[in-house]
């Protein structure tokens, strides 16, 4: 069965230093993945998605991550965290039946 | 304005009481869902809908019921809470085409069960 792992569940940065999230899957095939963001008290935000082609995506907010099928990880990433970064952070992947299977989720904190 | 909606924000019953919670979109998307979140288990999904009057089982459909009669509603009941149902619940839709793949989210029910 396809199922994603975040191993942080908390994570804390400095404004201005740079963050990754670690998410780890499990799935057969050739994985649709997707890093979704959801800031206190509101609905998930998607942040990217890998489908296929190019390993390092791009995405909103100057986030990005990469696919890498050897580690099975999409690791999130951004150089350079704002206090407004401050949110819980799940990595999803997408079963075989087009549903969306969420990881545990890794809450960011962002030290002034 | 255009999105997706949910009634009530949130809800405090008792144990036993039957509870509803509504999903309303305005996209005419193919797909609904319905998650609840807890801590330390992310996002679970109860039951998700292809099309009206299409609904199957998530990974944790038990003491739930849902019905999608029309596209842009697609009602969660809890015909008898339990306090292991307190938790907050997310309503989610997306169009049919897979490549999409991008779920839109409601903003959340909290529910408490007393």
């Known amino acids: 069965a396809q199922s994603v792992t975040q191993p942080d569940i908390h994570i804390t940065v400095s404004e201005g230093a740079s963050l990754e999230l670690r998410c780890n899957y499990s799935?057969?095939?050739?994985?649709?993945l997707f890093w979704y963001v959801q800031s206190p008290g509101q609905g998930l935000q998607l942040l990217l998605k890998?489908?296929?082609?190019?390993?390092l995506v791009q995405g909103i907010k100057g986030f990005e991550a990469e696919f890498k099928r050897s580690q099975s990880s999409f690791n999130l990433r951004k150089p350079s965290v704002h206090w407004s970064d401050a949110a819980e952070y799940f990595c999803?992947?997408?079963?075989?039946?087009?549903?969306?299977?969420f990881g545990s989720g890794t809450r960011l904190l962002v030290r002034p | 304005d255009a999105g997706i909606t949910q009634s009530p924000r949130y809800k405090i019953t008792e144990t036993g009481r039957q509870v509803t919670l509504m999903c309303h979109q305005t996209?005419?998307?193919?797909?609904m869902f319905w998650y609840r979140q807890d801590l330390g288990h992310g996002l679970r999904l109860i039951y998700y809908?292809?099309?009206?009057?299409?609904?199957d089982k998530g990974e944790v459909p038990d003491g739930y019921v849902v019905s999608r009669s029309k596209t842009e509603n697609f009602p969660l009941t809890l015909e008898s809470a339990t306090r292991s149902q307190t938790s907050v619940y997310f309503c989610?839709?997306?169009?049919?085409?897979?490549?999409?793949?991008?779920?839109?989210f409601g903003e959340g029910s909290r529910l408490t069960v007393l």
């Open positions: 999803a992947v997408m079963d075989s039946s087009y549903k969306l299977i």
């Open positions: 799935y057969g095939a050739t994985p649709y």
């Open positions: 809908s292809a099309a009206a009057d299409i609904t």
């Open positions: 989610a839709s997306r169009p049919r085409q897979v490549n999409t793949g991008e779920l839109f």
């Open positions: 996209w005419s998307h193919s797909y």
């Open positions: 890998y489908f296929s082609g190019d390993t």
